[in-house]
């Protein structure tokens, strides 16, 4: 029986950074070829097609880089892979990992991996992290799970993962759900099923954007009161506690919410917005009164990219998102 086929995009981050050309610091330097090459163990897992189509520092991806990615990996679905892996930074892979989790429209799994250490560094985690990605990616009960992050032999899926710690090995997890399952003797486990998915259709336009602010204590008005002339898509605000804001910010809301979507999210890192349970100016039940959605557990940057998505999409984005906020 022949190998599966087993696509890899690299797009750069710490997985394929080196020290170069005597400048301070690590770059992104390794690409695909050279990372395949470091992990002959691949070989006797599937046939891999794998390209690099960026080397870049995380935090500089862009939506139309991301969405070029997102209709790579189709293609390497229609061309026959059995599922396909992306490599890239650490520091904003839970966004990209969301966004694409949000359009996947497949069984076959897209599996996100990384490195916490460099490549040339003493016990780089990179070369673990790809191998136990394509163990998932390959793996049948993996189907129908859409996006997933692997890091240290953990499985998490797109929609609850972040990385909650700036340097550690482990900095990936799943606040409030734990991971999907892990890696045991080169063999995945799954904890839990998979659960139903809809994906949204891929935008039709990448030009726009959605503001986040957090509310923070005594915080000004300033910023808030320029945000609809500003040309904005819609705002997710980082609310503190249960998604809460301050009065005076509650009061300038109310204008914003009339022009664009607004969300409020939660700061905490963990746990759910409350709807119904504080009453006072700023509260959740103030603030959907003034027209504001409520995100659930659904974190702030990720409300950015659902909102984001929607409002590519056009039509009625504030009913759609609102319906979506519902489902989760
Ligand atoms: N520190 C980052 C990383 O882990 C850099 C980046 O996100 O590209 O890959």
């Known amino acids: 029986m022949p190998l599966p086929l087993l696509a890899i995009a690299a797009l750069g981050g710490t997985l394929s950074m080196t020290a170069r050309d005597g400048a ?5 330097s390794v690409d695909a070829q050279a990372m395949l090459a470091a992990l002959p163990q691949l070989g006797a897992m599937a046939r891999v097609q794998a390209q690099t189509l960026r080397l870049v520092p995380s935090a500089s991806l862009t939506f139309v880089q991301l969405l070029e990615v997102f209709d790579w990996a189709n293609a390497q679905i229609a061309a026959g892979a059995a ?17 694409l ?4 429209p497949h069984p076959q799994p897209l599996v996100f991996t990384a490195a916490m250490r460099g490549a040339a560094q003493v016990s780089a985690d990179g070369p673990a992290n790809l191998l136990a990605a394509a163990t998932v990616a390959l793996a ?4 129908g799970r859409g996006v997933l992050v692997v890091m240290n032999d953990s499985v998490h899926a797109a929609r609850h993962v972040r990385k909650t710690h700036t340097l550690a090995l482990d900095a990936f997890t799943s606040p409030g759900h734990g991971p999907l399952g892990s890696l045991v003797e080169g063999q995945v486990r799954y904890r839990h099923g998979a659960t139903p998915r809809q994906p949204l259709p891929r935008p039709t336009r990448s030009d726009h954007q959605v503001a986040l602010l957090e509310a ?3 915080a000004d008005t300033l910023l808030l009161e320029q945000l609809p002339a500003l040309g904005y898509a819609g705002l997710v605000v980082a609310g503190s506690g249960a998604g809460h804001v301050s009065a005076e910010w509650a009061e300038v809301l109310t204008g914003i919410a009339a022009a664009m979507p607004v969300i409020i999210a939660s700061r905490t890192g963990q746990g759910s ?4 349970t504080y009453g006072y100016v700023g509260s959740e039940i103030d603030l959907q009164r003034r027209g504001a959605l409520m995100a659930g557990e659904l974190c702030p940057r990720k409300c950015r990219l659902l ?5 590519g999409s056009g039509g009625d984005v504030r009913g759609r998102l609102g319906d979506w906020l519902a489902a989760i």
Do not use: C, K, N, Y
């Not at 599922?83 to 966004?99: M, P, W, Y």
């Open 216 to 218: 923070t204590l005594a």
């Open 83 to 99: 599922g396909v892996i992306v490599t890239q930074g650490t520091d904003t892979l839970e966004e990209s990992a969301f966004l």
């Open 24 to 28: 301070p610091g690590i770059q992104p």
């Open 140 to 143: 049948p009960g993996s189907a």
């Open 307 to 311: 909102m984001w998505v929607l409002a």
């Open 273 to 276: 917005t409350a709807r119904q």
């Open 101 to 104: 989790d949000l359009l996947w």
